[in-house]
């Protein structure tokens, strides 16, 4: 594998459910993010790590958990998620922890909230 | 209130002309400006950038020119070729604000043979 893979690529999970989306970037890098895309909405980041410290939680309610065992893996815990939270969610990861640098997303996985 | 936005939701052009994608920002403080390309199915990849420092940064067939006056930047694609069908999303950030990318919500090009 190469590049940023996630999985899974589509998730449909109750309201009332647990789940955890991965990430797993092969490119060496020091720091990884997650972004949410709704419907007809930019994209918004919604987490930062940098060498596995959390750096940037930008107002992100707490039913969405992030984890970042090491450089390569970011996961995204998800539990008693509300219909309005379906959208596309990518990770991304870049070299350093300077943000200005070029950031590699991975393919996303599609969540649907029922 | 979005602080980036890409106005033209979607662009038609003929293989061979130009594709021109714009972008507007509100934010004063934005000093560093990127486009992406997101093929359907796949993540969003890094095409081209200019800092605040600059008004135009080319690369290959891909040029982006900044007006900074304007709050206005744009990407121009010559020549389009089909293999360039596909959304962009501007995205700015401002060192004073932690850098973080905000996004505008994309143009979707589609480049006619």
């Known amino acids: 594998e190469t590049g940023v893979t996630q999985t899974p690529r589509h998730l449909v999970m109750g309201m009332t459910n647990k789940k955890s989306l991965k990430c797993e970037q092969h490119?060496?890098?020091?720091?990884m993010y997650w972004y949410k895309q709704s419907a007809k909405k930019p994209l918004e980041l919604m987490f930062v790590?940098?060498?596995?410290?959390?750096?940037e939680n930008n107002s992100v309610p707490s039913r969405f958990s992030p984890e970042c065992p090491n450089s390569s893996h970011l996961f995204l815990h998800l539990h008693t998620l509300q219909p309005e939270d379906s959208a596309l969610y990518l990770c991304?990861?870049?070299?350093?922890?300077?943000?200005?640098?070029?950031?590699?997303f991975g393919p996303g996985t599609r969540l649907l909230v029922l | 209130d979005q602080q980036v936005k890409q106005n033209s939701p979607s662009l038609s052009v003929q293989e061979g002309r130009i594709s021109i994608l714009n972008c507007d920002y509100t934010?004063?403080?934005?000093?560093?400006f990127l486009w992406y390309k997101k093929y359907p199915a796949e993540g969003p990849t890094f095409l081209i950038s200019?800092?605040?420092?600059?008004d135009k940064n080319e690369d290959g067939r891909f040029t982006v020119f900044l007006n900074k006056s304007a709050k206005h930047l744009s990407l121009h694609i010559v020549p389009s070729q089909p293999g360039d069908s596909a959304v962009y999303f501007c995205?700015?950030?401002?060192?004073?604000?932690?850098?973080?990318?905000?996004f505008g919500g994309g143009t979707r090009v589609l480049v006619k043979p």
């Open positions: 995205a700015a950030s401002a060192k004073a604000a932690g850098n973080k990318l905000t």
């Open positions: 200019i800092s605040s420092i600059k």
């Open positions: 790590y940098n060498f596995k410290e959390q750096t």
């Open positions: 490119l060496g890098h020091n720091a």
């Open positions: 934010n004063s403080m934005f000093d560093y």
């Open positions: 991304a990861s870049s070299q350093g922890t300077y943000m200005r640098e070029t950031q590699y």
